[in-house]
């Protein structure tokens, strides 16, 4: 076993680190929550992942994205933090795909390969199709709902899709699938946080990089985010898929 994962080891046991080493996760969406979801997976153990965005790594994402740095600005998100990844386990197995998860490519990917499915999509659209997709698959399927407009890390919490309570975009979804009588077929946990501040401040949008005009950073209206919500939905989904293989491995 990798010396890396020792203190890992010693708290999880032989059996859950082997499970952790054979387990595949696909991540769609490697912004604020997905990148940290990564790399709490790679640190403990899970080196089989694939990741799928379709950006590229802008001014505005280095408040809260783990690869996003003054020097990867411009890069494309997934290759970027692909590399971020190795640096910490060169060994690992990670796949970058520049591509955004909808109703016109969901037949691209095949859920039925992975284990586990994380789902750190913004776009509602897009989001909903591949709740749908993952909840019909043999994939565990894990969903953060909204991170923005927050800043109090005690209200983060984890609840079943139908009883995320507060939360805008679970709403949303929730009235989007009633309207066209597709639920999804499985329930699943989510993610998610019922506070929602207003925005505060101004931006000099003209300072960002311009977006590529195909994945989530492409939205109607931006919303104020800070590292330490973003960064404990991504560790938390983490978490999950973990706690996920130890008790299978009691």
């Excluded at 403990?44 to 809260?64: F, I, Q, Y």
């Excluded at 909903?128 to 923005?148: D, E, H, K, N, P």
């Excluded at 311009?210 to 939905?233: E, L, Q, R, W, Y």
Aim: charged fraction near 20%; proline fraction near 3%.
């Amino acid at each position: 076993m990798n010396p890396i994962y020792n203190r890992t080891a010693i708290l999880v046991g032989d059996a859950a680190m082997k499970a952790f080493s054979e387990a595949k996760v696909i991540i769609f969406g490697v912004g604020g929550v997905g990148s940290w979801c990564a790399e709490g997976l790679l640190r403990s153990g899970v080196t089989r992942l694939t990741l799928v965005d379709s950006d590229t790594v802008s001014v505005s994402n280095v408040n809260r994205q783990d690869m996003a740095t003054m020097k990867t600005i411009g890069q494309v998100k997934v290759e970027a933090l692909r590399d971020r990844l190795l640096e910490i386990n060169p060994s690992a197995e990670i796949t970058a795909i520049r591509a955004i998860y909808c109703e016109d490519t969901a037949g691209e990917f095949d859920l039925d390969s992975y284990d586990y499915v994380i789902d750190a999509i913004d776009s509602l659209k897009d989001k909903s199709c591949l709740i749908l997709a993952a909840a019909a698959s043999r994939a565990t399927l894990f969903s953060a709902m909204g991170a923005a407009l927050k800043t109090d890390p005690t209200k983060v919490r984890v609840a079943e899709f139908w009883d995320v309570r507060g939360c805008p975009l679970a709403s949303a979804i929730r009235k989007k699938y009633r309207r066209n009588n597709t639920l999804p077929a499985k329930k699943f946990l989510c993610v998610y946080d019922d506070e929602v501040l207003p925005n505060a401040g101004t931006v000099n949008y003209a300072l960002e990089e311009p977006s590529t005009g195909c994945g989530s950073t492409s939205k109607a209206v931006t919303n104020g985010t800070m590292a330490h919500i973003t960064a404990i939905f991504g560790f938390t989904l983490s978490g999950l898929i973990l706690q996920d293989i130890v008790s299978r491995h009691r």
